[in-house]
C-alpha cells in the first residue's frame, strides 16, 4: 500500500504560480510512474502530467506545456508540480496517483493504482 498525501494548493492570480508536492509513505516511489491529474466541476479527471520511475522522461498535456514543471525526489518519496504563469481554467481539483508498470505511464485515471486525497487549485481572473 502507498499512501499520497497532496499539498501546496490554495488561491492564486492569474498569471502566477504554485508548487505542488505529493509525499507518499508506506513503500518507495521508486517503484512507480507517477502522475498528476485534475478534474475541474463538471469535467471528467484528465491526465496533466507524468514522468517514469527514474525521471528520465515526462509528458505534460498541451494545454500546460512550457508552464508546468513535474519532477520527482526518489531519496524524499516525493514529487512535485511547479505551475506558472497560471490560467483561470487551470483553476481544478489536483490529484497524484501512482501508477505500477514498469516503462512509461498510464493516460488515463484507470490505469493507476494508488491516489492522493486531491488539493484545490483556483485561479482567479
Known amino acids: 500500500q502507498v499512501q499520497l498525501v497532496e499539498s501546496g494548493g490554495g488561491l492564486v492570480q492569474a498569471g502566477g504560480s504554485l508548487r505542488l508536492s505529493c509525499a507518499a509513505s508506506?513503500?518507495?516511489?521508486?517503484?512507480?510512474?507517477m502522475g498528476w491529474f485534475r478534474q475541474a466541476p463538471g469535467k471528467e479527471r484528465e491526465l496533466v502530467t507524468a514522468i517514469t520511475r527514474s525521471g528520465d522522461n515526462t509528458y505534460y498535456r498541451d494545454s500546460v506545456k512550457g508552464r508546468f514543471t513535474m519532477s520527482r525526489d526518489n531519496a524524499k518519496n516525493t514529487v512535485y508540480l511547479q505551475m506558472n504563469s497560471l490560467k483561470p481554467e487551470d483553476t481544478a481539483v489536483y490529484y497524484c496517483a501512482a501508477d505500477m508498470r514498469a516503462r512509461g505511464w498510464g493516460y488515463s485515471w484507470v490505469s493507476y493504482d494508488y491516489w492522493g486525497q486531491g488539493t484545490q487549485v483556483t485561479v482567479s481572473s
Open positions: 508506506g513503500r518507495t516511489l521508486s517503484g512507480y510512474a
